[in-house]
Nanobody, 124 residues
Framework: QVQVVESGGGLVQSGGSLRLSCTVSASVFRVATLAWYRQIAGNQRELVAQVTNKGITTYGDSVLDRFTISRDNDETTLYLQMNNLKPEDTAVYLC??????????????????WGQGTQVTVPS
């Protein structure tokens, strides 16, 4: 069973910082594209940032220059450093691991795993 477990959410004042962590099963972590999404109740999930297994990063426009995504392959942990937080960053943040699997593996042909999410609240 693949585990995707987020932690690090909480309440922080506007302008403050938080670091989210996501631990992913090793069998998936090293080959997957890893991403952080966020969701406000009733709205669609929004891509916050992603990093490929080659280390290529992509950020949503609203978080560019404030958030940094990184992956620690030894610890099989994905991070999201969030600085200068704003009230509009308030959401449930979800960790995602996805990709295409090699034939003969349980990841074949493709996979898309999600965590339960962690709440980030920035009061206005």
């Amino acid at each position: 069973q693949v585990q995707v477990v987020e932690s690090g959410g909480g309440l922080v004042q506007s302008g403050g910082s938080l670091r989210l962590s996501c631990t992913v099963s090793a069998s998936v972590f090293r080959v997957a594209t890893l991403a952080w999404y966020r969701q406000i109740a009733g709205n669609q999930r929004e891509l916050v940032a992603q990093v490929t297994n080659k280390g290529i990063t992509t950020y949503g426009d609203s978080v560019l220059d404030r958030f940094t995504i990184s992956r620690d392959n030894d610890e099989t942990t994905l991070y999201l450093q969030m600085n200068n937080l704003k009230p509009e960053d308030t959401a449930v943040y979800l960790c995602n691991a996805r990709g295409t699997g090699s034939p003969g593996t349980f990841l074949f042909p493709s996979y898309d795993f999600w965590g339960q999410g962690t709440q980030v609240t920035v009061p206005s």
